[in-house]
T-cell receptor
Framework: GAGVSQSPSNKVTEKGKDVELRCDPI?????LYWYRQSLGQGLEFLIY????????KSGLPSDRFSAERTGGSVSTLTIQRTQQEDSAVYLC?????????????FGPGTRLLVL | AQSVSQHNHHVILSEAASLELGCNYS??????LFWYVQYPGQHLQLLLK??????LVKGIKGFEAEFIKSKFSFNLRKPSVQWSDTAEYFC?????????????FGQGTELSVKP
């Protein structure tokens, strides 16, 4: 079956511009996560969606970052007024939330470069 | 707060050598443990996982890991590595309580296998 897909695969933008990154989770997966992978910080959790519950936004680094998940499926991560330190690979993962025994499956990521 | 430590940043081995990558975590509650692998140019893939039961878990491609609760460790092993094992390996943990499933990752270990 299809895995997690993300688009675009690469994005180059200028400092100060807004960007939107998209994630299509595995069909039927109720939980969706965004992570960021950068040279200096490794892999960091950003935000988590589970069903209709309020998202866990505790990993978002600033109020320039936001995310939404429409219809319990597709998710968009938006970065406003991008800064050079936002350059990283943004990873999406999805899982079947199974009462604390879930396995997350990752997409290929979006490589963001802010000039 | 949870944290994960991988002891080796870069490991270089010859083919057929044995591998052990260290992983220690810091958390007082019950955890799930994972090893993910990222081959060059590919996305993160699950290598193996531990939820409960037998602390010695076997994964894909001949990898195994042992959970030692008293040492807060989950070291990855393979008796005989191949050139195709060249990749970056990430240890990850999540808490099995009400903190959602967000993964806390180690900094990663880059494995280079010489043919």
């Amino acid at each position: 079956g299809a895995g997690v897909s993300q688009s675009p695969s690469n994005k180059v933008t200028e400092k100060g511009k807004d960007v939107e990154l998209r994630c299509d989770p595995i069909s039927g997966h109720t939980a969706l996560y965004w992570y960021r992978q950068s040279l200096g910080q490794g892999l960091e959790f950003l935000i988590y969606f589970q069903g209709n519950s309020a998202p866990d936004k505790s990993g978002l680094p600033s109020d320039r970052f936001s995310a939404e998940r429409t219809g319990g499926s597709v998710s968009t991560l938006t970065i406003q007024r991008t800064q050079q330190e936002d350059s990283a690979v943004y990873l999406c993962a999805s899982s079947l939330a199974l009462a604390g025994r879930e396995t997350q499956y990752f997409g290929p990521g979006t490589r963001l470069l802010v000039l | 707060a949870q944290s994960v430590s991988q002891h080796n940043h870069h490991v270089i081995l010859s083919e057929a050598a044995s591998l052990e990558l260290g992983c220690n975590y810091s958390y007082g509650g019950t955890v799930n443990l994972f090893w993910y692998v990222q081959y060059p140019g590919q996305h993160l893939q699950l290598l193996l996982k531990y939820f409960s039961g037998d602390p010695l878990v076997k994964g894909i491609k001949g990898f195994e890991a042992e959970f030692i609760k008293s040492k807060f460790s989950f070291n990855l092993r393979k008796p005989s590595v191949q050139w195709s094992d060249t990749a970056e390996y990430f240890c990850a943990v999540n808490a099995r309580d009400n903190q959602g499933g967000k993964l806390i990752f180690g900094q990663g270990t880059e494995l280079s296998v010489k043919p």
